[in-house]
C-alpha cells in the first residue's frame, strides 16, 4: 500500500491550488484520511481531517479557506485550498488509515509531501 500525492505548486496570494493523493495496493477500507504540513523550521501540523463518515475537521487557520473532500471509489482524496496566503507556503503530506487485504489491521500511511509555494 502506498499514497502517492500530487497537486502542489508555486501560486501567488489569494490564489488556489488542489492537492490529491491516491492510495494503491492491496487495500480493503480507507478509515480517516487527512492533510498535514510542514514550514521549514517549524513541526508538522494538522490540516484537515475527514472520517470514512464524511466528518471533517479543519485547522483554524485554514477554517472557511480549505476544503478536504475524498472520493471513495478512487481511493483518493483531495484538499482544495482558496484565498491562499504566504503563511500556507509548506510541504503537505497526506495521511491515511488504511486496511489491507494482508493483514486486515489499520495501519497509517504517509504519502511522499508536495511543495506548496504562495509568494507574489
Known amino acids: 500500500v502506498q499514497l502517492q500525492a500530487s497537486g502542489g505548486g508555486l501560486v501567488q496570494p489569494g490564489g488556489s491550488l488542489r492537492l490529491s493523493c491516491a492510495a494503491s495496493?492491496?487495500?480493503?477500507?480507507?478509515?480517516?484520511v487527512g492533510w498535514y504540513r510542514q514550514a521549514p523550521g517549524k513541526q508538522r501540523e494538522l490540516v484537515a481531517t475527514?472520517?470514512?463518515?464524511?466528518?471533517?475537521n479543519y485547522a483554524d487557520s485554514v477554517q472557511g479557506r480549505f476544503t478536504i473532500s475524498r472520493d471513495y471509489a478512487k481511493n483518493t482524496m483531495y484538499l482544495q485550498m482558496n484565498s491562499l496566503k504566504p503563511e500556507d507556503t509548506a510541504v503537505y503530506y497526506c495521511?491515511?488509515?488504511?486496511?489491507?487485504?494482508?493483514?486486515?489491521?489499520?495501519?497509517?500511511?504517509w504519502g511522499q509531501g508536495t511543495q506548496v509555494t504562495v509568494s507574489s
Open positions: 495521511n491515511a488509515e488504511i486496511v489491507g487485504r494482508v493483514n486486515y489491521r489499520p495501519i497509517g500511511y
Open positions: 495496493g492491496s487495500i480493503f477500507r480507507i478509515n480517516a
Open positions: 475527514i472520517t470514512s463518515g464524511g466528518t471533517t
